[in-house]
């Protein structure tokens, strides 16, 4: 953002680096010397010069409004302007100050920003999406382990059940505890890494992030791992 200043006679005294860039001329060059001569065409200098007064011992405020200036190259330049008294403290002497945007550029912000802002929307919907799959890929997963799990309790209930038979005729009936011991801490096994998996698929609903997702799939565990829990169960009260 350019901002200079100037006397009642148009003498800049205050140029800073936004007006260097904005008019393409150096403090040095600029200080001292009537703006209207430098940058105003004219025609239009008498009734700058009255504007530049009535800002200055009126406190008049000229409100954002577009400029035509012409750079040191006679480039001709649209700016956004907003001019208005300022006091040097010090003296009491007022100035007139004025404030600019080249329109170009601030078109070219509003691009960028644009951009950045669509890229920003396709990268929400991108995480969104990719959220969305490794969500259902997990889900997926516990429901395919919950499966197998209650698949394989299932069936060592029933080989237990099976044993139990065969030697019902030889066994006395309180003989027969040791495979409800059995059976019981099958079941208890499953219930166990079934609530466990449970656990896993609220973390995945509640998952807001891809980090939470990332954290939960750290913590899926293999199918091998959990079928080898309901054996040892077994085993444990054989």
């Not at 148009?10 to 010397?33: H, P, Q, T």
């Not at 065409?41 to 200036?69: H, M, P, T, Y």
């Not at 302007?81 to 945007?101: K, S």
Request: with cysteine.
């Amino acid at each position: 953002m350019s901002m200079w200043a100037c006397d009642e006679d148009f003498r800049i005294v205050l140029w800073n680096k936004g007006a260097e860039e904005l008019y393409d001329r150096s403090a040095d060059s600029v200080i001292g010397k009537r703006y209207d001569t430098l940058f105003i065409d004219e025609a239009e200098r008498e009734q700058s010069l009255v504007d530049c007064r009535k800002i200055i011992r009126e406190g008049a405020r000229f409100r954002n409004f577009l400029a035509l200036d012409v750079d040191s190259r006679g480039r001709q330049k649209q700016m956004l302007t907003n001019c208005f008294r300022i006091t040097d403290p010090e003296t009491g002497q007022h100035y007139q100050a004025e404030i600019g945007l080249d329109v170009a550029e601030l078109e070219l912000a509003q691009t960028e920003l644009r951009t950045l802002r669509e890229v920003g929307l396709r990268n929400i919907i991108e995480r969104e999406q990719t959220l969305k799959i490794r969500k259902e890929h997990i889900v997926a997963a516990v429901a395919d382990l919950e499966r197998a799990i209650g698949t394989h309790a299932a069936e060592r209930i029933d080989q237990v059940d099976e044993i139990a038979r065969g030697m019902s005729r030889r066994l006395k009936p309180q003989s027969a505890e040791p495979f409800q011991r059995r059976k019981a801490a099958i079941a208890e096994a499953r219930d166990a890494v079934l609530a466990s998996l449970r656990s896993l698929a609220q973390q995945v609903e509640k998952a807001e992030d891809l980090a939470e997702i990332a954290d939960v799939e750290t913590q899926l565990p293999e199918r091998k791992e959990l079928l080898k829990r309901i054996d040892d169960a077994e085993a444990s009260v054989a």
